[in-house]
């Protein structure tokens, strides 16, 4: 009887434990994926994004004699019903960590044991699954440094080749029609612009990792501070939707080690990060909902998104050049470089005292790399709310981060046209992905700062300073 193969963020042959698993048994394999109720939850980029990896991952399948099936529906109802139409006696799936994912992946493998289907989740997504990492008094790991320690030396077992072929199942159940899901439609940003910058499918991945290991790993730590630089992987956007696995990217990066390349430390420990999120998000799933740090519900952030700061914050227009520039970086490529990250994070929940809930939802409709455990932990780090947290008294100043990493402003004038007689194609390219709604020309003067540094910097250190927490 066949085996269904249940895809979500492992778009890959390689690599894929449960895809080997499943290949190894010799039976029929129908893989299938679900536009189910956590797609149906996720903002404008990534959606878009995610239809573009599941177009490739189907071409990828057709490769080796297989196909992918497409449903949509809550994943329960799809999963039984297709068990019901193929005879599978076997339901497999990558293992997911967040909130959202776990309780649809429970309440699919209670329903379909409960039928009788063996159903079930296997590792793939991560390197070190959360619950096997353990402090001496054995709880989890709430700092980083400890957790990069207690996991650096373990062993990581190899990676798995892709099958050559899968064995097709004796007839195909029926499937959808991926442009009818439309998975595109809320990207009003533009999708043929951001459409430019994005690198999609396995292939594509393990070239990238291959030409980073070549010739970018061991530049790694002089350069990925630096955003004008192309110095860091890019390969964010492929592990999000699970195109290139964890492993081999770790792998790559400890041979880089062993073969001298300076930087490669510098990126496995980034990759350690990727880990952590995923730990801190198991064992505390709140750290995608409310502050981690329960004392900070008692801060007086705003928390409302229709104020003009926050519009302005969205818009790249807040007068703040480094802020701007990242925020219309992220408008038309759907990326953003980690160095402004952390300054568009900081500049949000510090000078504009806006709670880091409204900077985390506008990432997960611009970010084609967004991911549930890193962006929730990227921004409770940045607003000091959460675990190994930036101190909320430590503010960065983003006059003098840009003065630091932007020296000759090559990423400020890559991204911002006002004021530029032959302003950089890129910058321009923001006037063009922007929606109509927000009526703005690369003629208009550069905004004054909407709150300066010195201003937001006080006000900011006097709220915390009075706070009764
Ligand atoms: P590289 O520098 O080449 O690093 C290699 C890989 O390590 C990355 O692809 C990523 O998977 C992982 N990694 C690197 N830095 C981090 C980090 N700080 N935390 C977790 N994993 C990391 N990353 C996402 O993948 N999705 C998100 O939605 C996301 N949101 C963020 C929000 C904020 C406020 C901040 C401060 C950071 C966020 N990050 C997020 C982390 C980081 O900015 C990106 O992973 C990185 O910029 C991706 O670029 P790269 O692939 O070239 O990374």
Not at 137 to 165: H, I, N
Not at 333 to 359: D, E, F, P, Q
Not at 363 to 379: I, T, Y
Not at 405 to 417: E, L, S, T, V
Request: charged fraction near 30%; proline fraction near 6%; charge should be negative.
């Amino acid at each position: 009887s066949p085996i269904i193969l249940w895809f979500s963020r492992d778009l890959r042959l390689s690599d894929h434990p449960a895809l080997d698993r499943a290949a190894a048994t010799g039976r029929p394999v129908i893989p299938v994926f679900v536009h189910d109720e956590v797609v149906e939850g996720h903002g404008a980029a990534p959606k878009w994004r995610l239809g573009l990896g599941v177009r490739s991952f189907a071409e990828r399948l057709e490769g080796i004699g297989s196909r992918l099936i497409l449903r949509r529906g809550e994943a329960v109802k799809v999963l039984q019903q297709l068990v019901d139409e193929s005879g599978a006696t076997t339901v497999w799936w990558t293992r997911a960590y967040d909130p959202d994912s776990i309780r649809r992946d429970e309440g699919v493998k209670s329903a379909l044991t409960g039928q009788g289907t063996e159903a079930g989740s296997v590792p793939g997504h991560i390197l070190f699954e959360p619950w096997t990492v353990e402090t001496q008094q054995g709880g989890f790991y709430k700092v980083y440094t400890p957790y990069k320690r207690a996991v650096w030396d373990r062993e990581v077992s190899p990676t798995l080749s892709a099958p050559s072929e899968l064995r097709p199942p004796d007839s195909w159940p029926d499937s959808d029609d991926l442009e009818d899901w439309q998975m595109g439609a809320a990207m009003d940003r533009g999708a043929k612009i951001v459409a430019g910058f994005v690198n999609v499918g396995e292939e594509a991945a393990q070239q990238r990792l291959a030409a980073f290991a070549r010739d970018g790993i061991a530049d790694y730590d002089d350069l990925r501070d630096l955003p004008a630089k192309d110095g860091t992987s890019n390969l964010s956007e492929n592990l999000t939707y699970g195109e290139i696995s964890a492993r081999a990217c770790y792998h790559a990066g400890m041979r880089a080690i062993d073969d001298g390349k300076a930087g490669a430390t510098a990126w496995v420990e980034e990759l350690i990060w990727r880990e952590f999120a995923y730990h801190l998000v198991y064992h505390t799933p709140r750290l995608v909902s409310g502050n981690w740090r329960e004392d900070w519900d008692k801060f007086p952030w705003n928390e409302d998104e229709r104020v003009a700061e926050v519009k302005a914050w969205k818009q790249g227009r807040t007068g703040i050049r480094f802020v701007d520039a990242a925020m219309r970086e992220m408008y038309v490529t759907g990326r953003m470089h980690n160095r402004s990250r952390m300054v568009v994070a900081s500049y949000l929940t510090k000078h504009l005292m806006c709670h880091w809930k409204i900077g985390m939802k506008w990432f997960e409709d611009c970010l084609v790399d967004w991911d549930p455990a890193s962006n929730a932990m990227g921004w409770q780090w940045s607003a000091g709310s959460g675990p190994d947290a930036t101190p909320y008294f430590r503010v960065f100043n983003p006059v003098t981060q840009l003065d630091k990493f932007d020296k000759n402003r090559a990423y400020a004038d890559r991204w911002i046209a006002e004021g530029k007689s032959d302003p950089h194609p890129d910058a321009l390219k923001y006037f063009e992905a922007i929606p109509r709604r927000w009526p703005m020309s690369p003629d208009d003067d550069y905004p004054e700062p909407v709150v300066s540094h010195k201003e937001g910097r006080e006000r900011a250190l006097e709220t915390y300073q009075n706070r009764d927490f």
